[in-house]
């Protein structure tokens, strides 16, 4: 679903994580929030909605958080972008209560945050919501084994019992002998790794990450980055990510919403924020985004042409390949499951030795992959192979493919000019004259009459 369009400057942010599935009740829910700093809070929401621009009332107060609007569903990573100031770090703490909201709901699994008492909301943070901070929040004194398992120590849970599932947390992070190290004595990258165990370790539903990984190396934040998802494959927690780093968003979230000035301006998949911008602003936001990690084969595939099923025989085969004049076609199963290619010279070999199953001449598929692969891994295949790359689908079905020049097109955001292109890219190794006379003579011998002037029923 794309959520791009603009009403009263705010985007509909509402629907499920991406397209096609099925509607959950959100693990969060944004409505109307406005955050504002200042003597007269509520009278500048007012103004606000009467259309009084954020720098006319900086006076009267500061509008960190404008008319926020959205939903977070249930195992989702859901990314806030902006730059400094725009209020991203505002509004994650809204959520939570640690910043009191002005106007507008916050519902939490349907319970409402806006104005829940202070013991509500510290049992809220304790067993609903866990939080990584950028620069870390460990507790000195305490050792790496305990600062981990403090939030199950808040929870109440016994010693013995919270040590051992720290224990645990380190060992996926990567810590495991580090437990009796003070974060003093760890590199930043190893301190936030114990933050994120910490965050996991308490077991909570949601877990919210304010620039997590900024204050890292490039090399480590990657890592940190990688493992993050790898985490979130197995557990499925539902996270929300505030970050400055375009390519970091593009890579972390299932949907990201951008802010600028305290408002958001669009929500959507990194697809749709990267190919359809809701404005000038987002469109300038992205212009330098590395979109070979953005976009997937899926995203960029084309209709497979030279395709023919295993039982069509090697006639069939022969035909389409002088039509769409390649040198190769895909061969599926009928219902679509691919089986491999075959070769122009060897299907014209086997037609004239009088064979009729094409599997006898099949050929592995030289590049294969999964419509959710970003396309950065499709180059080294798109070199290697003279066959455009296959994309399939979790049943391995064929469901498209990649060319090359509709690879290369993606990564400079122009349009593929493929009509005139073929999708098979290997040009035909044996003329169309060739393979008619062969077709029009085999056909001749099978039926044992004189030979026939070939005909557009015949070829």
Known sequence: MTHTTEQSGQPDARGAATAGTPQTAPAISVSGAYKVFGRRPKEVVKRLRNGISREQLRSQGTAAVIDASFDVQPG????????SGSGKSTLI???????????????????EVVGLATSELRDLRRDRM?????HFALLPHRNVLDNVAY???????????RRKKAQHWLERVGLAGWEDRLPGQLSGGMQQRVGIARAFA???????????FSALDPLIRREMQEQLVELQQELQKTIVFITHDLNEAMFLGDRIAVMRDGRIVQVGTPNDILTDPANDYVAQFVQDVDRARVLTAGDVM????????????????????RDLQTSACFVTTGARTLLGVVRDKDVLRQVRE???????????????VRADQVISELFELAVESPLPVAVIDEQDRLIGVVPRVTLLAALTDLPPVTTEIPVIEPLPT?????ITETLATTQTAASGNAPLVPTEETL
């Open 76 to 83: 989702e990573i859901f990314v806030v972008m902006g730059l």
């Open 93 to 111: 703490r809204m959520l939570n209560g640690l910043n009191d909201t002005t106007d507008g709901s916050i519902t939490v699994f349907g319970t």
């Open 130 to 134: 866990s939080m990584v901070f950028q």
């Open 151 to 161: 939030g199950l120590e808040l929870q109440g849970v016994g010693l013995e019992e």
């Open 202 to 212: 308490a077991e909570t539903d949601i877990l919210l990450m304010d620039e997590a």
């Open 302 to 321: 084309e209709p497979p042409r030279a395709v023919v099923p295993g039982s069509a025989g090697p006639r069939t085969a022969l035909r389409t390949m």
């Open 354 to 368: 009088g064979g009729t199953d094409l599997t006898d001449v099949l050929r592995p598929t030289p590049s294969v």
């Open 430 to 434: 044996v003329t169309s004259a060739m």
